[in-house]
């Protein structure tokens, strides 16, 4: 069975930090890219980091309102893959569901999403 399960989220003040982490099980997630996106109320999901599979060098790339502040990672663990955004110096505007996708080619899968909530 398939999953992606995301953890981590909360509520925080500005300037904190928070660490999501991804289980993504049930498949050859190895080979997967992995992303996390956010989408916040009443915007679109945008996409915020990727990283490519540990064979592949595990590349990063993130949307420029996040360089210097996420830090995307992964590592296989028994049977599943395991990625992660440590999320440093968090603002208001970050405030958004953060979900989980794994990709490979035309395949995807989504996890449940985590709730980060940034305030005062």
């Known amino acids: 069975q398939v999953q992606l399960v995301e953890s981590g989220g909360g509520v925080v003040q500005p300037g904190e930090s928070l660490r999501l982490s991804c289980l993504a099980s049930?498949?050859?997630?190895?080979?997967?890219?992995m992303a996390w996106y956010r989408q916040a109320p009443g915007a679109q999901r945008e996409l915020v980091a990727t990283i490519t599979p540990i064979g592949e060098g595990s590349r990063t790339d993130y949307i420029d309102s996040v360089k210097g502040r996420f830090t995307i990672s992964r590592n296989n663990v028994e049977n599943a893959v395991a990625v992660y955004l440590q999320m440093n110096n968090l603002q208001p505007e970050d405030t958004a569901v953060y979900y989980c996708?794994?990709?490979?080619?035309?395949?995807?899968?989504w996890g449940q999403g985590t709730q980060v909530n940034v305030s005062t």
């Open positions: 996708k794994a990709i490979h080619g035309w395949t995807s899968y």
């Open positions: 049930g498949h050859a997630f190895a080979i997967y890219h």
